[in-house]
Nanobody
Framework: QVQLVESGGGVVQPGGSLRLACVASGFTFSAYTMSWYRQVPGKERELVASISSAARSINYGASMKGRCTVSRDNAENTVYLQMNSLKPEDTAVYYC??????????WGQGTQVTVSS
């Protein structure tokens, strides 16, 4: 079965960095676009970044553009999100997702990122 497992969240001070990872299993990872989203309680989930199957197409949402980098290692079935210059408003649960024919059809359980001094 399809599984997406995020890791790397935690508490970081403003201005700090974190690298999130999402390990995929149960499908041919290299064939799919993968995305990172984040969600704050009471708000809609928003796109942080997406990366196509061979990493030829990368898109960033407005909220973290210029402060994050998405990458993937198809040999390790892993997609990464490097986040820099973190701000308190980046506090959220971060999810990875598989993009399939126009929908995000599978989601991980999420990893909490808290930016606080």
């Amino acid at each position: 079965q399809v599984q997406l497992v995020e890791s790397g969240g935690g508490v970081v001070q403003p201005g700090g960095s974190l690298r999130l990872a999402c390990v995929a299993s149960g499908f041919t990872f290299s064939a799919y676009t993968m995305s990172w989203y984040r969600q704050v309680p009471g708000k809609e989930r928003e796109l942080v970044a997406s990366i196509s199957s061979a990493a030829r197409s990368i898109n960033y949402g407005a909220s973290m553009k210029g402060r994050c980098t998405v990458s993937r290692d198809n040999a390790e079935n892993t997609v990464y999100l490097q986040m820099n210059s973190l701000k308190p408003e980046d506090t959220a649960v971060y999810y990875c997702s598989r993009w399939n024919w126009g929908v995000n059809d599978y989601w991980g359980q999420g990893t909490q990122v808290t930016v606080s001094s």
